[in-house]
């Protein structure tokens, strides 16, 4: 896994290479996931999802502030609609047609997040 990792990652910053050559733990496999896209569901009365459960995509700095901003959409709907069913309702229609996004991104994305020779500068960091 060393070895191909080294090789994949031929040209990137030598902080980060250091890192690969000379750990002594074990790589871990750590797979990432995410939704297909677009991504939803028929409403359920007093049930609804947000944050990564709604619109997981790969690591792209993008995913904790969805889940924030689904967060403070869904707490604006609960303390201003008249019941949760109704906040739910209004929650979902403002989330749902903003986030899906064009199928394929996310995982073209994830491909571009990675590329094979990224700036060494950026990986010194
Ligand atoms: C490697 C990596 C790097 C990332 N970098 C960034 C970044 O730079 N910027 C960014 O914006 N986002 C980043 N993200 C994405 C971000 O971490 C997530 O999008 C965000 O944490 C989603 O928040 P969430 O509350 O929806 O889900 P989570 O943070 O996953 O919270 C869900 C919680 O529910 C708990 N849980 C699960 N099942 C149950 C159960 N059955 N009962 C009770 N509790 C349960 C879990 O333990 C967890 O605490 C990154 C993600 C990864 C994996």
């Excluded at 070895?3 to 074990?26: I, S």
């Excluded at 609960?78 to 069913?85: F, G, H, S």
């Amino acid at each position: 896994m060393r070895t191909h990792l080294l090789k994949t990652l031929d040209g990137w910053g030598e902080r980060l290479l250091h890192l690969l050559r000379y750990n002594d733990g074990g790589f871990i496999n750590r797979p990432l996931f995410a939704l297909p896209v677009p991504h939803t569901w028929e409403h359920v009365p007093g049930i609804t999802l947000l944050g990564d459960a709604a619109h997981l995509m790969p690591p792209l700095g993008l995913g904790a502030n969805l889940a924030m901003l689904d967060g403070t959409e869904l707490a604006t709907a609960l303390v201003t609609e008249p019941d949760v069913d109704d906040a739910v309702r209004a929650y979902e229609s403002i989330m749902l047609p903003v986030r899906p996004r064009p199928p394929g991104s996310a995982r073209k994305d994830s491909k571009t997040s990675c590329p094979r020779r990224a700036p060494r500068r950026r990986c010194d960091r």
